[in-house]
């Protein structure tokens, strides 16, 4: 509360002032100094009322560790930006004091507020562009406890250096620091002392590219120590395409690197990675498998890496490299695999912490330790609990979180797909009676991208579908008209130019579309020539939609699959499949959707789904299509026939009673197909 009340009154002063206003860098600045000399002040590090004069004449960093250290600083804490040495009015200066003085005390308060202070003052837009998401404090702290367990400093003979690679304003470093400090037991003050200079200025390391972020993390350190010193280990720089620290040097890497997808960096700075990177960064991967390699690098041998990162990585198609370079690289110590739980609140990724041990060799029966997080609806007021029991509950004595071992040999580049035993046990089962995948038996496209909705897409009683020639309108849905095993009646309309070879041949549909020209012009395929003014971005194959499909949304809470009998043309957040020839199997489309719309098949590809937020996951047919099929008999062809029509009738007439018997009934008939006992049956039922 002491800090939520000071931050509060910070920042309504930049906002009543608006001191500086016109550089956001000196707004934050002056935030700072005036919680620093604050926490100087109450701390008695520093005589306030002594030197209140000089301070309003000299108001800057340096001073301030000048006053408490006693003697001129030999080499400047922070470089003070042009025009911010300037004596402070009387009007500011009054409030600083006023600040100092009547504010609640920060005696004995940890350090690291400071950072909260700094993320408060950053703009919310500036942060997501540069993927910017700082550590909480209770996972900092669960972090910092995991590397450091056997860890401990105090010998100058024995360096240990600790690294964040991405430090931002310091809450990795920070718990580091009072780990070891917590690590090194009870000492006295000179002890202490001692310690605190050597972390600052030998085994503390951390790099950022924001030189702010730098200055918060050595305001930090610093004010962690009841004697001055000044950390020599935090550098402003880029770690990934600067040689900041010599190769194999460090001897921990824990991090938060950025969270940045292909689609916001910058296309010649991506070039460069790909080149730099290219044993893990390819097409679509996210900056953070850079930082994985780039550790790696740094790191001593036997070294570690812990990272809490996006846990896209464990599934994502484009991950594939970063798994195979993880398994040959390191023994997988932990991963803690919140599945969804987003438990950095505000963020909308979804985390995953990684433990490694660089090795030039892996144990073939080397067991990584997994802590995987059920799916439940907690809140974010209870995210604090849910980590502080992580680090202190036994497995077999919570039920927030499975808990078990995985060979690391037995991990696939594919995939990781993070099996507790049962599931191992039911997974087994399916795969060893589907000899064959479902993109062996069926073809995916996705839906349309127009590149302009309000020049294709009509609502069915638009009077302007009156002038279009009927054979250039098709019906058209989105995501939320598929359901599981039906199709809402499509509410809109497409005018699909795509088919239009002259477009003056259409002289209402050129009229029409010339409200849109200049937009339409802009696409990116039209201004590089590929594509006419007129037509949709990507229309697709004509031929796909006429035809009878499946389709199923791209992100859904579970399987939505339906059979499409009206030739619907769809959105891309759709996407639909089409039977490939019948070479060597049997399979219906009725069949297909009956066995992907069943309870097994939910919880089979939920166990290795590319999870997004507490309960969605995402249908990117480069998962979906690796699902296992079976190979059914004749005879049960015209079973899943009548049973698939039983389904549409009853959802049709709504009787709800027994489209649920019906359901269980083909239910029951995959888990005796696959051979499943009551346990595992009772698991599949209960996780969904």
Known sequence: MKFQEISEKLIRFIKKYNYLAEDRSANVIFLLKCFVLKYLADNQRIDFERYKLDLKKNFTLDYMMELWQGEPVHEAFWVQPKGDIQPLGDEIWDWVCDLVEKSPSLKGENPGLIGNLYEESLLINHKKNHGIFYTPENIAGYMASKVLKNIKI????????????????????????????????????????????????????????????????????????????KPLGIICGDILIEDLIENESVDVVIGNPP??????????????????????????????????????????????????????????FYGKPLRAFIKKSFAIQEIVDFNGLRIIEGVGVDPAIIRLIKKNQIDKNHNIQIKRFFIKNHKPETYSELIHLLAQVKPAENQLFEAFELQQAGLKDDSWRLYSPITQGIIEKIEKKTPFTLDNVVQSFQGIITGNDKAFIFDDGDEALKEFATDLLKPWIKNKDVGIFSVAEPQKKILYTNSISNIKKYPQVEKHLENFKEKLKNRRECQSGKLPWYKLQWGRDPDHFEGRKIIFPYKATQNRFAIDEHKCYFSADVYGLILKPRLYHQITEEFLVILLNSRLYNYYFKSYGKKMGDKLYEYYPNTLLRLGIPDIKDENIKYFKDSYDRIVQLKKNGDSEQLRNVLAEVDMWFYRFFELNQTEIEIIETKL
């Open 154 to 229: 105090g010998d100058e003979s024995q360096i240990v250096r600790i690294l964040d690679p991405a430090c931002g304003s310091g809450s990795l470093l920070s718990a580091v620091y009072d780990q070891i400090i917590l690590n090194y037991g009870e000492a006295g003050q000179s002890e202490t002392d001692a310690l605190h200079r050597l972390l600052l200025e030998k085994c503390l390391l951390g790099v950022d590219r924001d030189s702010m972020a730098c200055l918060v993390t050595r305001l930090i350190l610093t004010l962690k120590g009841s004697r001055y010193v």
């Open 259 to 316: 969270y940045v997808g292909h689609k916001e960096i910058n296309a010649d700075y991506m070039k460069n990675l790909k080149n730099r990177y290219f044993e893990v960064y390819q097409d679509k991967g996210d900056l953070s498998y850079c930082f994985i390699h780039r550790g790696w690098e740094l790191l001593k041998p036997e070294g570690q890496l812990i990272h809490i990162t996006s846990r896209y990585f464990i599934e994502a």
